[in-house]
């Protein structure tokens, strides 16, 4: 990855989905850390999985960390 993208995770919503914005761009909703993982390889993050998207400090959680699913 050659420059830091911004990655915020919302807080849950009343399905348990959180919206995932890369460098300010929606991507989806997330279920789960593979569905956030599988967003930021698709941004360009190589490398990206569930362990990674844990202990990033570069993703910015709202609403409740990597283990927050419920609304």
């Known amino acids: 990855m ?3 993208m911004p990655v915020v995770v919302y807080p849950p919503d009343e399905d348990g ?3 995932v914005r890369v460098d300010g761009e929606l991507l989806g909703r ?6 956030i993982a599988e967003f930021l390889r698709r941004a360009g993050v190589e490398g ?5 998207v844990e202990e990033s400090g570069l993703i910015e ?4 960390g990597p283990d927050v699913w419920e609304h």
Do not use: F, I, K, N
Not at 61 to 64: M, N
């Open 2 to 4: 050659a420059s830091v």
């Open 17 to 19: 989905g959180r919206r």
């Open 30 to 35: 997330a279920y789960a850390l593979w569905d």
């Open 48 to 52: 990206a999985d569930e362990t990674y």
């Open 61 to 64: 959680w709202r609403g409740g």
